[in-house]
T-cell receptor, first 111, second 112 residues
C-alpha cells in the first residue's frame, strides 16, 4: 500500500471551508484514496473514498488530481464538531480490508 | 441498531495478568480487525480475520492472541508477553471485499 504524507496540523475558522491536503506520489493504478477522521478518544469514522474522479457525499468532497499523486478533502462549512484528526489512506479496493494509518492531520476549527 | 460494540470502555489490570477485550458486531460483516493506538500516534494493526475460524497476524501481533469462533465476535487477549500493553484498542469490521470499515468506540487498557 502506498504511503501518504499529510501536514501535522491545520486551523480553520468556523463556517469556512476546510481543505485538507494529502500527498500519495507512489499510488498505484488500482489503489483508492480513503479518508477517515478520529475525534478525541473515539473510534475513527469513515468519511469518503475515491479512485480518480472527484467524489462528494453528505459529509465532504474529495478532489483527486489528474495524475492521482495528491488529493484534497474539503469540508464545505466547518463546524466546531469537525475538530478531529483526519487520516488519508491509500489501498487496494477489495483487499483484506487492512487500513494502514499514518499520523494524520489535526484540524482545529476555531470560532 | 446495527453497530460494533467494544467493552469495557476502560480496563485496568495488574502487570503479568492476561486480559481479554470484547468486540461484537451485528452488521453481518465477515471481516474484523484489531488496532492499537498509542498517544499521538496513528493506528497499528494487531490481527485481522476475514472469515470465521480464520485469522492473520498484523504488523504488531506479538504478545496478543485472538479467536473467531462466531461471525459476530472477535475477542482480543493481551497476554503477559506484551511488553507495553497500556494503549487504546480499537476493533473494526467490514464486508469482505468492500473496504469501508466501521470502528467501535475503543477500550482504553491501563496496566499498572
Amino acid at each position: 500500500d502506498a504511503k501518504t504524507t499529510q501536514p501535522p496540523s491545520m486551523d480553520c475558522a468556523e463556517g469556512r471551508a476546510a481543505n485538507l491536503p494529502c500527498n500519495h506520489s507512489t499510488i498505484s493504478g488500482n489503489e483508492y484514496v480513503y479518508w477517515y477522521r478520529q475525534i478525541h478518544s473515539q473510534g475513527p469514522q469513515y468519511i469518503i473514498h475515491g479512485l480518480k474522479n472527484n467524489e462528494t457525499n453528505e459529509m465532504a468532497s474529495l478532489i483527486i488530481t489528474e495524475d492521482r499523486k495528491s488529493s484534497t478533502l474539503i469540508l464545505p462549512h466547518a463546524t466546531l464538531r469537525d475538530t478531529a484528526v483526519y487520516y488519508c489512506i491509500v489501498r487496494v479496493y477489495g483487499n483484506t480490508g487492512k487500513l494502514i494509518f499514518g499520523q494524520g492531520t489535526t484540524l482545529q476549527v476555531k470560532p | 441498531d446495527g453497530g460494533i460494540t467494544q467493552s469495557p470502555k476502560y480496563l485496568f489490570r495488574k502487570e503479568g495478568q492476561n486480559v481479554t477485550l470484547s468486540c461484537e458486531q451485528n452488521l453481518n460483516h465477515d471481516a474484523m480487525y484489531w488496532y492499537r493506538q498509542d498517544p499521538g500516534q496513528g493506528l497499528r494493526l494487531i490481527y485481522y480475520s476475514q472469515i470465521v475460524n480464520d485469522f492473520q497476524k498484523g504488523d504488531i501481533a506479538e504478545g496478543y492472541s485472538v479467536s473467531r469462533e462466531k461471525k459476530e465476535s472477535f475477542p482480543l487477549t493481551v497476554t503477559s508477553a506484551q511488553k507495553n500493553p497500556t494503549a487504546f484498542y480499537l476493533c473494526a469490521s467490514s464486508i469482505t471485499g468492500i473496504t469501508e470499515a466501521f470502528f467501535g468506540q475503543g477500550t482504553r487498557l491501563t496496566v499498572v
